[in-house]
């Protein structure tokens, strides 16, 4: 059965950090892109940034400069290190993993929910 499960959420002031961990199980982990999504009340879920099995990364504009993805394929286990936080950035922060291969499947965690406000 696979697993993907979301923690580090919270309540948190603009310009705080906060760190997202996502812990893997039941997938070979090395085998996925790994990735944090966001939806905010009313929004579409949207990429905020994925990481690939070697490391490379991508972010959303919106993010660049504040927001960090990591992955410990040792770990089972990807990280995102937020800082500066917005207001925008509230919202409901999803872990996703798609095999970077036929049969493409991809899983969902179940969402930790990230508030930035005074």
């Known amino acids: 059965q696979v697993q993907l499960v979301e923690s580090g959420g919270g309540l948190v002031q603009p310009g705080g950090s906060l760190r997202l961990s996502c812990a893997a199980s039941?997938?070979?982990?090395?085998?996925?892109?790994m990735g944090w999504y966001r939806q905010a009340p009313g929004k579409q879920r949207e990429l905020v940034a994925r990481?690939?099995?070697?490391?490379?990364?991508n972010y959303a504009d919106s993010v660049k400069g504040r927001f960090t993805i990591s992955r410990d394929n040792a770990k089972n286990t990807i990280y995102l290190q937020m800082n500066n936080l917005k207001p925008e950035d509230t919202a409901v922060y999803y872990c996703?993993?798609?095999?970077?291969?036929?049969?493409?499947?991809?899983?969902w965690g179940q969402g930790t929910q990230v508030t930035v406000s005074s």
């Open positions: 996703n993993g798609v095999r970077n291969g036929p049969p493409y499947d991809e899983y």
């Open positions: 039941g997938i070979i982990f090395s085998w996925y892109y």
């Open positions: 990481i690939s099995s070697v490391g490379i990364t």
